[in-house]
Nanobody, 127 residues
């Protein structure tokens, strides 16, 4: 199981970015993919999650209405479309995977629930 996150960059407040999480070695239908972020001097926090073939999606309150998670099974890739970015969205963003049955509404945001992690991609939003 391998995950590769990419697509970060430097943008101005109000702009958009799309992050990608390319998965290899497993089928997205059977796994939940979560996006996390860690800002300087802060703990890592769950941003969003999409749960396998169920398609169940969760968002952190801080990104609801601005971020959209989606997946492309043909490309085995999960995306995080981030619109209306704010300086407080600045962080290193990670994607993570776990067998989908281990994730539900009570733990999707908890990083210890995930077994596989990709490297991070830095998102910097300037004001």
């Amino acid at each position: 199981v391998q995950l590769q996150a990419y697509g970060g960059g430097l943008v101005q407040s109000g702009c958009s970015l799309r992050l990608s999480c390319a998965a290899s070695g497993f089928n997205l239908d059977y796994f939940a993919i979560g996006w996390f972020r860690q800002a300087p001097r802060k703990e890592r926090e769950g941003v969003s999650c999409i749960r396998g073939s169920d398609g169940i999606i969760h968002y952190a309150d801080s990104v609801k209405g601005r971020f959209t998670i989606s997946r492309d099974n043909a490309k085995n890739t999960v995306y995080l479309q981030m619109n209306s970015l704010k300086p407080e969205d600045t962080a290193v963003y990670y994607c993570a995977a776990v067998w989908k049955n281990k994730i539900d509404g009570s733990n999707w945001y908890d990083d210890i629930a995930y077994d596989y992690w990709g490297q991070g991609t830095l998102v910097t939003v300037s004001s």
